[in-house]
């Protein structure tokens, strides 16, 4: 079982509608989860970071954490063609800056 | 927001040449970074964590000796490449963070070894 496990797509949206990711882990000891988007040939971008239990909305996205479940999801609303990207959920133990484990990544594509 | 900063972007080299990556951390200190490796429609996959003023702290499977970080000071640390073959070919990323933020990326460096 890989620590950190994400559907790897590709998930296809059509532009204006809701785009769906989740990510399961596997270390209960996990503190911080992360969101990130890297376009093709970029490198990761921190869209959303996550510490406790329930939503969290930034913009056009809304990271949910259930602890107890071991899952972490991204929504995007209003999904865009700039929103097609891969999308990397990464955790790790304790503060914010330790390393991070990163699943394989969702790759979006919206249509438009 | 904090800003790490990669240098080169772009290296194409000769096979058994040595190739130096930088990594600096623009707006603040970092006593530790960490360097990645990423193979085409790969995950990123952590190589090292580099220590400011300490040995760097290496994943299972990764050859020290063939990929030396340094990391002299709180805003730069170094990886190069010793010895580059083709099948070390791949995008290397460096990240850093403030105290107790999340971590920022460089843009990367994409190496092709000829």
């Known amino acids: 079982q890989k620590e950190v496990e994400q559907n790897s797509g590709p998930l296809s949206v059509p532009e204006g509608a809701i785009a769906s990711l989740n990510c399961t882990y596997s270390d209960r000891g996990s503190q911080s989860f992360f969101w990130y988007r890297q376009y093709s040939g970029k490198s990761p971008e921190l869209i959303m970071s996550i510490y406790s239990n329930g939503d969290k909305e930034d913009g056009r996205f809304t990271a949910q954490l259930n602890k107890a479940s071991q899952y972490v999801s991204l929504l995007i609303r209003d999904s865009q063609p700039s929103d097609s990207a891969t999308y990397l959920c990464?955790?790790?133990?304790?503060?914010?800056?330790?390393?991070?484990?990163f699943g394989g990544g969702t790759r979006v594509l919206v249509k438009p | 927001g904090a800003v790490v900063s990669q240098h080169p972007s772009w290296v194409i080299c000769k096979s058994g040449t040595s190739v130096k990556i930088e990594c600096r951390s623009l707006d603040f200190q970092a006593t530790t970074m960490f360097w990645y490796r990423q193979f085409p429609k790969q995950s990123l996959m952590l190589m090292a964590t580099s220590n400011e003023g300490s040995k760097a702290t290496y994943e299972q499977g990764v050859e020290k000796d063939k990929f030396l970080i340094n990391h002299a000071s709180l805003t730069l640390s170094t990886l190069t490449v010793t010895s580059a073959h083709p099948e070390d070919s791949s995008f290397y990323i460096c990240?850093?963070?403030?105290?107790?933020?999340?971590?920022?990326f460089g843009d990367g460096t994409r190496l092709s070894i000829l």
């Open positions: 990464a955790v790790n133990r304790g503060a914010a800056g330790n390393k991070l484990t």
């Open positions: 990240s850093a963070s403030p105290r107790n933020q999340p971590q920022h």
